[in-house]
């Protein structure tokens, strides 16, 4: 229990400090949720997304699960989306990966882990869809950066996918999905370009994505040759 007072201690200290630096901070924050932007990523403890993207709390709404996966029969996640979207007017669902993803090279490997086997599956899937993109690489640390990119490219399509972001464009509202990725070794996110406004778009990044160049062994990853991180846009 010595390590849960801590916890209790550092948030009172926390709270301490917000309080003498905005004083109204957290009346402010209890009265309104309006965050501009919901978060799919993974449920690593090393990629928090608010420390990462330098927001606030009530700024980025999210959900996370293993491998940031995104599937049509999870009502946990649609949920979230519906909420999200219907509910609190989001502008933005960035579905965002790591290089490292445990998850994900569990699934490049076919390693065994017990129940979280079943959730991976849907990443053995996504292995599956590009064995042969993957195949082509140099490296086993080539082909789990690459599955890590190929793997946000999948689910934000299928976030596109999805009948609430399907209803949420048929009614005219202003919504981009985005697919970015984190690295543990320089804490930076990476645009994977396949930001979305309609159906139509998400398919045409997706075909472009997949067809991107592959990470390599001891380089950067894959999106070295981009020009990094493209904030989303109020």
């Known amino acids: 229990m010595g390590d849960l007072r801590d916890l209790l201690e550092n948030n009172r200290r926390w709270a301490e400090q917000v309080r003498v630096q905005d004083p109204g901070f957290f009346e402010r924050l209890a009265s309104i949720q309006t965050p501009r932007i919901l978060w799919i990523g993974c449920s690593d403890s090393r990629v928090p997304a608010n420390q990462i993207t330098g927001q606030q709390p009530g700024e980025v709404f999210v959900h996370r699960n293993v491998a940031n996966v995104v599937v049509h029969t999870d009502l946990n996640c649609l949920s979230a989306m519906q909420f999200a979207v219907d509910v609190l007017g989001v502008r933005h669902i960035i579905v965002c990966g790591?290089?490292?993803?445990?998850?994900?090279?569990?699934?490049?490997?076919?390693?065994?882990?017990?129940?979280s086997?079943?959730?991976?599956r849907h990443v053995e899937d996504v292995r599956d869809t590009h064995a042969a993109a993957l195949?082509?690489?140099?490296?086993?640390?080539?082909?789990?950066?690459?599955?890590?990119?190929?793997?946000v490219v999948e689910q934000v399509l299928h976030v596109a996918q999805t009948t609430v972001m399907r209803?949420?464009?048929?009614?005219?509202?202003?919504?981009?999905?985005?697919?970015?990725?984190?690295?543990?070794?320089?804490?930076?996110?990476?645009?994977l370009h396949v930001s979305?406004?309609?159906?139509?778009?998400?398919?045409?990044?997706?075909?472009?994505?997949v067809r991107g160049p592959a990470a390599q062994a001891g380089d950067e990853p894959a999106t070295r040759a981009r020009s990094g991180v493209n904030r989303a846009r109020p």
């Open 135 to 151: 195949a082509g690489l140099s490296s086993d640390a080539a082909r789990l950066d690459r599955l890590c990119e190929l793997n």
């Open 98 to 115: 790591h290089y490292g993803c445990g998850g994900v090279k569990a699934a490049l490997e076919g390693q065994r882990l017990g129940l």
């Open 117 to 120: 086997d079943n959730w991976l």
């Open 196 to 209: 979305a406004a309609s159906a139509d778009e998400a398919m045409s990044a997706y075909s472009a994505a």
């Open 167 to 191: 209803d949420a464009w048929a009614r005219g509202q202003d919504v981009t999905v985005h697919g970015w990725i984190y690295a543990l070794r320089d804490g930076r996110l990476r645009d």
